[in-house]
């Protein structure tokens, strides 16, 4: 007994979870802090929140190049896992910017609200770095259950209750299936470590064949694919996305769908390497039918909180098109497309949070009829984040398709490239409209007018910035996302 | 100095973009004698590259600047890599004379969020000017793409009653078929890499070389002839046009007959036909048959309107099928008639789009039946629309003339002898739509008694129209001047596509392909 505890002391290595450690430290903290600050009054929390988010990312970075192994083996703070959780870092710090003024107009300024967020980026960051299918299911855990009550978090709003409870039943749900997944597995290969679980394939290949291990990777792969909104597992995320919190859904659309990216390559690329032509063919088909359901169903959307909730269906599919792909290009094109995307979208629903006013949220398309003449500032930035998400250059949204689809190309996969860039051309239509009803319609008569707080205002500033820089110099960071590659 | 003229010139609309953006919105008289500043220096630092000879000896690329620019690892590299030769030089020059005209077209037409239009009509030259000049693919591909979104916003909001379907349309038509190629630059990008043969970067004169399989060619021409097809525009992916025409404010039409259409003629000159010369020999009849379709097509329906502006954009399809027959000839009286009808149809289509917004300024409106007898009231608008008429149809003395002529020569030595026999019955229809429309409008009687109050050209208007005269007949009569320094870069890309034409029948001779390659 004495014996078996130092060896487990000796393999711990505290660095490698460090990042989350002290992002939940503080997430704790703020928790007392909030119960000790005068009901109503938020504001300090969120700027401790931005400082802890500061703070880890400081102590995250400093790992770069620096892997640290810990916990036998079922964590490790590499590259990979420093790239994403800086995505997480990013999309935590937009949302929680754009989310104290609009708590308040709201009429719920809790202090829980930015614990839970911080709670929901450790939880991710602890996905990205799990390399045990246990570490990684708890840190789906600790991501999902803070998520299910921000999606509900608004609780005198039916719209927020059903986004909430929706959430909680499908996600539940599907995180059964992965825990099932992980349990056939494990009856398999005798490990739920990703790398033995890939030893195991390698020495055996016989047990590719084996139903359980069929069953259980399938399994596995649903639950990843239900977080990252991939066709047909995307039920739930236009009315999740639709009734939570408008900041709470751009979090959500950006930080969770990057975690279960990350979770799901790691787990792919390596514990199923072995497979990897059946794992091409199947994120062929999935790829494919993400990107045209998410695509064409937004055509038809008039609401713009819903039809961002289509598209970033479609995004998750492009997404895909890189872990088809299946080459250091492809790999690297979906940890920049993920970044890319936090802040084109995030800023996207930035703007949303600014459009409206209280208890009704100016999000239809004929709301936003002349909006580019009554608030110029935020009709040029909705502007550039449309353009992104178009994939327009000099946006990053450019850079971001031409890398995913440069690698489907070197790969061989001309033809899912060709898809790729055709359902491109379907978004411009949804996207566009949005710019037509901005500049092109008269201006309304009654027109919800929102001050501009700076928070938000910093928000959409830092999205910009992000956007053009990797537009127009994508280099240094897609060198980074290489270095971050396996 | 001549080092960074290209950036310079390239750039400039963009810093004075940037500095008018700090111009209050209100002070409307600044903002547009600002943009127009910025417009006539670029054209002013642009002089020198039109008298510059060495256009007239050397067929290479001049005026090179190199930067890394993108780099990243084994990956990519994209480079900031430019330069023009006796054909780019001239749609260079076109783009930097017919901008301050644009500009001063706008004086009155433009009356609300006039900063908004400046800024987009300096970002849009930047934007035309680096399409030019890239001599990678990528970078061509950058300012192709941002063409789009200033003219989608010029048409959208200053545009006419139809404006938004317009807009949409021209964007989306334009977009779709960019993004094929997209794919095909990517595709091309790693065929070169997979060689092993030199390159730099998406550098388009090392792919010129690359004698890619010719299974390959045929994807690749599709994907980029199908792109440059739709801003051509050629039949029958012509139909955003004419809407994108009638809808677009004068400014917007001017630069989008003048400027934008030439990107896809160019495209061809520069992209599509030296990188794939084999694909070429196979599609040619097919394209020949577009392009001769689309001159009778665009002359008969344009007979047909009853709008003037409607008319000036199907005659526009009509003009672009004699420029892309003259290309497909692949010789040198054919390939320079194309490229000189190129800017003769910015010249005079341009014109006309100014002419019909004198027209609707003072009339708003422009069906040709509310007109009538307007040589009396309006005697120099007389005078300068019919000169302009003549040139579009092509009377010889005008620049219409030598493209049309040096076209269809080229076209009848080459072995489309047949198609441009019918094409030739163009320019009789040509004829005919050009000199109804104008009988119907300046001559007879005046009956509409709204007429009867119209003024003649202002001194503004007549400054806009003079320096086009002056090119229409300059053209006309002495074309030299332009021919001399675009012949040795066209008989270099000749060069270029036959030797590789050739390669595929006698697979001996594959030596010409780099004792021509002049660096």
């Known amino acids: 007994m004495e014996n078996l505890g130092q060896i487990a002391m000796q393999n711990i290595n505290m660095a490698a979870i460090m990042p989350s450690v002290v992002l939940s430290c503080f997430g704790m903290l703020l928790l007392l802090v909030s119960v000790f600050s005068k009901r109503g009054r938020t504001t300090h929390v969120a700027w401790m929140s931005i400082v802890a988010l500061v703070v880890t990312a400081a102590v995250t970075v400093s790992s770069w190049n620096n892997p640290q192994e810990g916990f036998a083996g079922s964590v490790v703070l590499d590259n990979f896992a420093i790239f994403f959780s800086m995505i997480f870092i990013i999309a935590a710090l937009l949302t929680i910017l754009i989310s104290d003024g609009y708590l308040r107009r709201e009429g719920y300024p809790v202090g829980e609200y930015y614990p839970l967020i911080l709670f929901c980026t450790a939880g991710a960051m602890w996905m990205a770095s799990g390399t045990d299918l246990m570490t990684i299911f708890l840190g789906l855990e600790v991501l999902s259950v803070s998520l299910y009550v921000l999606a509900g978090f608004f609780r005198g709003d039916v719209r927020s209750n059903e986004a909430g409870l929706k959430y909680f039943f499908l996600g539940a749900f599907s995180t059964g299936f992965l825990l099932y997944g992980v349990a056939l597995l494990y009856g398999v290969t005798g490990s739920t470590k990703i790398a033995a679980i890939a030893q195991h394939v390698s020495e055996m290949p016989a047990v590719i064949d084996n139903p359980m291990m069929i069953a259980g990777s399938v399994l596995l792969l649903i639950g990843f694919l239900f977080k990252v909104g991939a066709v047909p597992f995307h039920m739930w995320t236009p009315d999740v996305y639709q009734g939570a919190p408008t900041p709470v859904t751009a979090f959500m659309s950006a930080g969770p769908k990057a975690a279960a990216l990350a979770a799901l390559l790691r787990v792919a690329i390596i514990g199923l390497g072995s497979i990897q032509a059946d794992i091409s063919a199947l994120f062929w088909l999935l790829a494919v039918l993400t990107m045209i359901a998410g695509n064409f169903i937004a055509l038809s959307q008039t609401n713009i909180k819903r039809m961002l909730a289509y598209s970033s269906i479609a995004h998750a599919g492009y997404a895909l098109v890189g872990i088809v792909a299946w080459n250091q290009i492809g790999l690297s094109a979906i940890l920049f497309y993920m970044l890319v995307y936090t802040f084109m979208n995030i800023g996207a629903f930035a703007v949303l949070v600014l459009a409206g006013k209280k208890g009704e949220e100016n999000l239809t398309l004929e709301g936003f009829a002349g909006f580019g003449y009554k608030r110029p500032f935020l009709g040029v930035a909705m502007c550039i984040f449309l353009f992104a998400l178009m994939g327009l250059p000099p946006t990053a949204g450019f850079a971001g398709k031409f890398f995913v689809f440069a690698g489907a190309v070197k790969a061989g996969y001309i033809w899912l490239a060709v898809i790729g860039v055709l359902n491109s051309a379907v978004s411009l239509y949804y996207y566009l409209r949005v710019i037509v009803y901005m500049y092109f319609r008269d201006p309304k008569e009654d027109f919800a007018w929102v001050k501009l707080e700076i928070p938000a205002v910093v928000s959409i500033l830092l999205a910009i910035v992000g956007v053009l820089a990797l537009g127009i110099v994508p280099g240094p960071v897609m060198e980074l996302a290489k270095l971050a590659g396996f | ?519």
Do not use: C
């Open chain 2, 1 to 519: 100095m001549a080092d960074y003229l290209l950036s310079l010139i390239t750039f400039f609309p963009l810093m004075g973009m940037m500095i008018l953006l700090f111009i209050p919105r209100d002070n409307e008289g600044l903002l547009k004698s600002f943009a127009l500043g910025v417009t006539l220096v670029t054209f002013l630092i642009s002089l020198p590259l039109a008298f510059d000879d060495v256009f007239a000896v050397s067929g290479g690329m001049q005026y090179r600047e190199f930067h890394e620019w993108i780099s990243i690892g084994s990956f990519f590299k994209m480079n900031y890599n430019i330069g023009i030769d006796g054909i780019s030089l001239w749609l260079v020059m076109l783009t930097t004379f017919i901008m301050p005209i644009a500009t001063l077209s706008t004086w009155k037409a433009v009356d609300k969020n006039v900063k908004g239009f400046m800024a987009l009509l300096l970002l849009l030259e930047t934007a035309m000017l680096g399409a030019f000049v890239s001599l990678d693919l990528f970078l061509f591909y950058i300012f192709w793409e941002l063409m789009l979104i200033p003219m989608y916003f010029m048409i959208g909001i200053w545009g006419g009653k139809n404006r938004i379907y317009a807009a949409v349309k021209f964007f989306i038509f334009t977009a779709v078929g960019s993004l094929l190629m997209l794919v095909a630059i990517i595709y091309i990008y790693y065929y070169a890499a997979s060689t092993g043969a030199p390159m730099e970067g998406f550098g388009v004169q090392e792919f010129y070389r690359l004698g890619i399989p010719s299974a390959a060619q045929h994807w690749l021409f599709l994907a980029f002839a199908f792109s440059f097809a739709i801003k051509v525009p050629m039949f029958p992916l012509h139909t955003w046009l004419p809407d994108a025409h009638t809808e677009a404010p004068t400014a917007g039409s001017v630069i989008l007959a003048a400027i934008l259409l030439k990107m896809g003629t160019y495209g061809y000159v520069r992209f599509a036909i030296p990188l794939f010369p084999e694909a070429l020999q196979t599609y040619l009849p097919l394209l020949a048959f577009l392009s001769v379709f689309g001159i009778i097509y665009g002359s008969l329906v344009a007979m047909m309107q009853d709008d003037v502006k409607k008319l000036v954009a199907y005659s526009s399809v009509a003009h672009l099928g004699f420029v892309m027959l003259g290309i497909f000839a692949l010789n040198m009286q054919g390939m320079a008639g194309g490229i000189i009808q190129m800017i003769n149809h910015g010249v005079s289509t341009g014109a006309l789009f100014l002419i019909v917004g004198f027209i609707y300024e003072r009339r708003h409106t422009r069906q040709i039946s509310e007109f009538g007898g307007l040589a009396h009231k309006m005697p120099i608008f007389a005078t300068i629309f019919l000169i302009i008429t003549f040139s579009s149809i092509g009377l010889p003395g005008t620049n219409g003339f030598v493209g049309e002529f040096l076209a269809l020569v080229g076209a009848f030595e080459s072995e489309l002898r047949w198609y441009a026999v019918v094409a030739t019955t163009g320019v009789i229809f040509a004829a005919v739509y050009m000199l109804w429309m104008f009988q119907r409008v300046m001559f007879g009687k005046v009956t509409n008694p709204e007429n009867e109050k119209l003024k003649d050209l202002s001194v503004r208007e007549i400054v806009i129209m003079l320096p086009l005269l002056l090119f229409v007949f300059w053209i006309g009569i002495y074309p030299n001047t332009f021919l001399s320094k675009m012949n040795p870069a066209i008989e270099q890309l000749l060069n270029q596509v036959k030797s590789k034409q050739v390669a595929v029948v006698e697979p001996v001779q594959p030596v010409i392909a780099q004792t021509l390659e002049l660096k």
